[in-house]
Every structure is written in structure tokens, then in C-alpha cells.
């Protein structure tokens, strides 16, 4: 069982940076892939990156993975999710999420996720 706890989200105003945490409780975070979705205000829940146990990373557009950096820190079991130049479409509550060995792109293949951190971008 692992349990998941964000952190990090807050107001910004367009252009600015946040870093979200994402910290995992027990001994084998390192043999799991973690993700992070998002979620706006009636939308279903988005994918946004994810980072393999290799480290490897994959970013759901161009767009995101210009702005959008993830990273993790296997002896601090954490994840992180540093966003630059937010935009008011940003705007979403964050998730992250783990499942064992392989990453993936889907809500529907991650056996936990976090209770999620609000992101507000204003204009």
C-alpha cells in the first residue's frame, strides 16, 4: 500500500512558478512510476507527465514539457512538479499518482493517488 500526499499549490498570477511535492510513504517508492494529472472545473481528469523508475520522463504535449518540469528523489521519496509561466488554463487541481514498474499516460492504469493540491492561475 502506498499513500500519497501533495503539496505546494496556491494563487499565482499568470507567469508565475510553483513547485509541487508529491510524497510517497513507504520503503520501495523507487520500483514505482509516478505520474501527475489534473483536473479542472468540470473536465475530466488529464494526464500531464510522468517519470519511469529509470527516471525518463514523458510530458503530455510540447507545450507542457516546455513549461513543466518533473523529477524525483528516490531517498526523499518524492516527486516534484516545477511549473513556470502558468497560465489561467493551468488552472486545475493536481494529482499524482503511482503504480508499480511501468509508466503510462492513463488515470485508469494508477492503483493510488494523492488527494490533490489546488493550482489557481489569475489573469
Known amino acids: 500500500q502506498v499513500q500519497l500526499v501533495e503539496s505546494g499549490g496556491g494563487l499565482v498570477q499568470a507567469g508565475g512558478s510553483l513547485r509541487l511535492s508529491c510524497v510517497a510513504s513507504g520503503r520501495t517508492f523507487a520500483s514505482y512510476a509516478m505520474a501527475w494529472f489534473r483536473q479542472a472545473p468540470g473536465k475530466e481528469r488529464e494526464f500531464v507527465g510522468a517519470i519511469a523508475t529509470s527516471g525518463s520522463v514523458t510530458y503530455s504535449s510540447d507545450s507542457v514539457k516546455g513549461r513543466f518540469t518533473i523529477s524525483r528523489d528516490n531517498a526523499k521519496n518524492t516527486m516534484y512538479l516545477q511549473v513556470n509561466s502558468l497560465k489561467p488554463e493551468d488552472t486545475a487541481i493536481y494529482y499524482c499518482?503511482?503504480?508499480?514498474?511501468?509508466?503510462?499516460?492513463?488515470?485508469?492504469?494508477?492503483?493510488?493517488w494523492g488527494q490533490g493540491t489546488q493550482v489557481t492561475v489569475s489573469s
Open positions: 499518482a503511482a503504480r508499480r514498474r511501468y509508466s503510462s499516460n492513463y488515470v485508469r492504469d494508477y492503483d493510488y
